[in-house]
């Protein structure tokens, strides 16, 4: 099956991503995913199956508990393979993130002035508010 085959069911997403918090035993994956999908049992262990055949798991014994890991293999191999793409979203990223500081720039700001304002008493906030009126032309 083909790693996107894999990657391409929610359910099996849902257990990876619960596997990536790390060892997980197969009954409380169930446990997470019967509540998450209401898919039975049988279901879950199916797509456990299909996560370790594919390579994207690693299951071993221990008593009679079955714990789970994630395999980090297929995952390097789609990360190398989405590498040649990331030209098309990194860009627009990296200017949402210069966008998202620059806002906590000025929400910092923004509530620097307040508390300097605050601290100086509502006569100073009041005198400052009557300041700018008057240099403001057509204010009254």
């Not at 594919?54 to 714990?67: C, D, H, I, K, P």
């Not at 000025?106 to 300097?116: F, G, I, Y």
Request: charged letters at 25%; a positive charge.
């Amino acid at each position: 099956m083909h790693a996107f085959d894999v990657l391409g069911d929610p359910v099996r997403r849902r257990i990876l991503e619960l596997l990536a918090g790390g060892e997980r035993s197969a009954g409380d994956i169930t446990v997470q995913v019967q509540r998450e999908f209401g898919i039975s049992q049988p279901a879950v262990s199916q797509h456990l199956k299909v996560l370790r055949d594919s390579g994207f798991a690693r299951v071993r014994a221990e008593g009679t508990r079955r714990l789970y890991t994630v395999e980090p293999e297929p995952l390097q191999e789609i990360d190398a393979w989405l590498e040649r793409f990331r030209r098309f979203w990194t860009p627009h990223l990296d200017a949402l993130a210069t966008e998202l500081v620059r806002g906590r720039r000025e929400r910092r700001l923004a509530a620097q002035n307040a508390a300097a304002q605050n601290a100086a008493g509502p006569n100073a906030a009041a005198q400052h508010a009557g300041t700018q009126d008057a240099a403001t032309p057509g204010a009254s």
